[in-house]
C-alpha cells in the first residue's frame, strides 16, 4: 500500500472511530435520561401521557376534594389542544382562568419516597407574562396531595406585574407553620423557602424551557433547583422539612391560573446532571429523541 493510501486510510479510520465513540456517548446519555423517565406527555396525540409508569390518563375535575367526580380526559373548555403550535408539533394551550383542575395521578408517575427522594421535572412554557395572565397567582404546575403550601412541589408567577417566576418546594405544614397567622403565602417564613427569577425570559412569540431539579428530600440534604433554558437561576439548600404524601391523594396539577402554552411534560426518577439539563433542553425533536 502507498505511503498516500496508507495515510487515507488511517485518517478514515480515526474519524469513523471518533463518530463511533461520539455516537455511543449520546446514545448512552439518551439511554440514562430514557431509564429515568417515569412519565412524558407530547400533547401531540391527545392529553393522555405518551408514556407512564403510572396512569397515563389526564383527568379534570371541579375541585380538589370531589375525586369521586373527576372525568377522565380533558373536560374544561378553556384548555384546548392546539395543533401545530406546541414547541414540538403539539401543545396544550390555556385560555383562562377559571375553575376546576386537570392532572396526572402522582402514584408511580412520580418516585415519591418517604426516606430519600430525588426527581427532576421538565416542560416549555409560551406566554408575555404581563400581557396574558389575569391578576392573581399562577402555577404552571403543582405537585401535592393537599396544596401549595403542605407537602408541595410547584413553579409559579406571583400575583402582580412585574412578575417574578418561582420555585417552591414546601414541606408539610405542621412543621414549617405549626402556628398559623395570616396567608401563608405572605409569611415570611414561607417566602425564605422560595427560590426566584426577576425579569424571567418569557415571551408570547417565543418557547422557555423549564427545569425542576430535586433531591434527598426527606433526609437532612434536601436541596432543589430551578433551572431555565439550560441554565441555573436559584438553589435552596438545606431542606430538612419532611414531605408526607397520602399518595393515593397526590397529583399532577397543569395550569392552575395559568393562560398561555405549555408543552413535552416529562419527569424523571432521580435529579439531572447539568449535561442531562442541557441535553432536554438543546433535544432537536423533545423527549421523543430518547425514546426513540
Known sequence: MSYYKTTLFRLLLGSATLLFFNSCKTDTGYADLKAALTLY???????????????????????????????????????????????FGDGLLFTERSKGYIYYPSKDNISYNTTDWSGAISFWLQLDPATDLEPGYCDPIQITDVSYNDAAIWVDFTKENPRDFRLGVIGDRNVW??????????????????????????GSDVWTHILINFSNLNTPQGKASLYMNGELKGTRSNITT??????????????????????????????????????LYTLENGVHSILN
Do not use: C
Request: proline share 9%; charged share 25%; hydrophobic share 30%.
Open 242 to 279: 419532611p414531605f408526607t404524601w397520602d399518595l393515593e391523594l397526590s397529583n399532577i396539577y397543569l395550569g392552575l391560573g395559568y393562560i398561555g402554552m405549555m408543552d413535552e411534560l416529562s419527569i424523571f426518577n432521580r435529579s439531572l446532571t447539568d449535561p442531562e439539563i442541557k441535553t
Open 177 to 202: 407553620n405549626p402556628n398559623p397567622k395570616g396567608p401563608d403565602n405572605e409569611n415570611p417564613i414561607f417566602n425564605k423557602k422560595l427560590t426566584g427569577v426577576k425579569n424571567p425570559p418569557f
Open 41 to 87: 406527555a407530547s400533547f401531540d396525540q391527545g392529553v393522555d401521557a405518551d408514556f407512564a409508569l403510572g396512569d397515563k390518563h389526564l383527568y379534570t375535575v371541579p375541585n380538589r376534594k370531589a375525586r369521586d367526580s373527576a372525568q377522565v380526559g380533558l373536560h374544561k373548555p378553556d384548555i384546548q389542544i392546539n395543533k401545530g403550535k406546541g414547541r
